[in-house]
């Protein structure tokens, strides 16, 4: 199993572009969220899924959009970045047939507006 | 609205010294506490939590959580240059996902040789 995967690592944009972060899972997890990390912030939730076809927003839902036409991939798109959004995105699955919900976290993207 | 509060944000030991780390919490309907650590890369899961009083154990490290004051720590014995990380704590409730981990800020530990 590969775990969770995203694309890419690294990735600066120019204030007003748009773009989409990749995420992707192998274990049938059909829970999988993004957050994102700021210095001194912790991670903050930005939208989750819950199964194919259903996704809900987190804490800091504004600027991003999500889909989940699939259990593997939940990517994330910025509609407009803006410097703000200047963070490091991490995608996370976990399945809850174990009762356990543990979360798996894949490697992260650091994202830089300008 | 749920809520963690870890503390001290940040600690600076010696090789060898033993540390705890807190973690307050407020969830509705509390269901687990997760402790995670983090190195320059992404959290990776260390313990989970659900009942009262039972301690989680493994190796240098264990976690205990107190349902009744809503708080767990962490310990880490004879802690080593390794064990330098941020570690997180998380809680899941029922509030607005059952599936839903709200974080702390986590606690920046730096163990010096």
């Known amino acids: 199993n590969a775990g969770v995967t995203q694309t890419p690592k690294f990735q600066v944009l120019k204030t007003g572009q748009s773009m989409t972060l990749q995420c992707a899972q192998d274990?049938?997890?059909?829970?999988m969220s993004w957050y994102r990390q700021d210095p001194g912030m912790g991670l903050r939730l930005i939208h989750y899924?819950?199964?194919?076809?259903?996704?809900d927003q987190g804490e800091v839902p504004n600027g991003y959009n999500v889909s989940r036409s699939t259990t593997e991939d939940f990517p994330l798109r910025l509609l407009s970045a803006a410097p703000s959004q200047t963070s490091v995105y991490f995608c996370?699955?976990?399945?809850?047939?174990?009762?356990?919900?543990?979360?798996?976290f894949g490697p992260g993207t650091r994202l830089t507006v300008t | 609205e749920d809520k963690v509060v870890q503390s001290p944000l940040s600690l600076v030991v010696h090789e060898g010294d033993t540390v705890t780390l807190n973690c307050s919490y407020e969830?509705?309907?509390?269901?687990?506490l997760l402790w995670y650590k983090q190195e320059k890369k992404a959290p990776t899961f260390l313990f989970m939590l659900?009942?009262?009083?039972i301690e989680k154990k493994s190796g240098r490290l264990s976690s205990i959580l107190d349902k009744k004051e809503l708080f767990s720590i962490l310990n880490i014995t004879a802690t080593q240059t390794g064990d330098s990380a941020v570690y997180l704590c998380?809680?899941?409730?029922?509030?607005?996902?059952?599936?839903?981990?709200?974080f702390g800020k986590g606690t920046k530990l730096s163990v010096i040789p």
């Open positions: 274990m049938n997890h059909e829970y």
């Open positions: 996370a699955s976990s399945y809850s047939g174990t009762g356990l919900y543990e979360q798996y």
């Open positions: 899924s819950v199964g194919a076809g259903i996704t």
């Open positions: 969830v509705t309907n509390f269901r687990s």
């Open positions: 998380a809680v899941r409730g029922t509030g607005a996902g059952s599936y839903q981990l709200t």
């Open positions: 659900t009942s009262s009083g």
